[in-house]
């Protein structure tokens, strides 16, 4: 399978702990989002990447969340210090520059 | 700024049935994406159709017809003859017509239940 993957599918942290996401994009895609998604809703945006280069972040990206994309292959996301409103589905896609977002299955998080 | 809403939040119908999913869009941007998402259990985002603003000629593709009229800022989602396996939660989403990020907005999504 070459589509977007992403691991793990599911994470349970106690609050305050730090979670890493990792995504791999489909192997010819330069661009690569990050969306999260919590139960009811539909996905927002977090942030986006052209090759290795973090060219936007939303609002909702606090200090507390970081992406990386070294190399402009796969990408983490790391959650420092989680707090419970954290808990959501943090999907991840893919895309040529002209062409649709392939999503990954995502990651669920879960923080208690 | 930009908004899609999905009023329905849950449609069930019985196998065989027709059945529309409503979207309505808010953009100040003159030039803009429309996008259909269906989302079965499994999470994963599956790309159905992106129609750009200058378009509106209806689309079909097998069961599925879409129906853009930018008069009243609206891009319904028509499927046909309903399947078991068409149960999924169905989002409409937009973007802005621009050379980089492809930031889409979402709506809510309708949940789609089809029954045998």
């Known amino acids: 399978d070459t589509g977007v993957s992403q691991d793990p599918r599911h994470k349970i942290t106690k609050r305050g702990q730090n979670v890493t996401f990792r995504c791999d994009p489909i192997s010819e895609h330069n661009r690569l989002y990050w969306y999260r998604q919590t139960l009811g809703q539909g996905p927002e945006f977090l942030t986006y990447?052209?090759?290795?280069?973090?060219?936007?972040k939303s609002r909702l990206l606090s200090d507390r969340f970081s992406a990386e994309r070294p190399k402009g292959s796969f990408s983490t996301l790391e959650i420092q210090r989680t707090e419970q409103g954290d808990s959501a589905m943090y999907l991840c896609?893919?895309?040529?520059?002209?062409?649709?977002?392939?999503f990954g299955e995502g990651s669920r998080l879960t923080v208690l | 700024a930009q908004k899609v809403t999905q009023a329905q939040t849950e449609i069930s119908v019985v196998e065989k049935e027709d059945v529309t999913l409503d979207c309505v869009y808010e953009t100040r941007d003159t030039t803009y994406y429309l996008f259909w998402y269906k989302q079965p259990p499994s999470g994963e985002l599956v790309f159905l159709i992106r129609?750009?603003?200058?378009?509106?000629q209806n689309e079909i593709s097998g069961r599925y017809s879409w129906n853009f009229q930018k008069s009243t800022s609206s891009f319904n989602f028509t499927i046909t003859a309903s399947q078991v396996v068409d149960s999924a939660v169905y989002f409409c989403a937009l973007s802005e017509a621009y050379q980089g990020a492809q930031k889409l907005v979402f709506g809510q999504g309708t949940r789609l239940t089809i029954n045998p």
């Open positions: 129609r750009n603003s200058f378009d509106e």
């Open positions: 896609a893919s895309s040529s520059p002209t062409g649709e977002l392939f």
């Open positions: 990447f052209q090759n290795e280069a973090q060219l936007e």
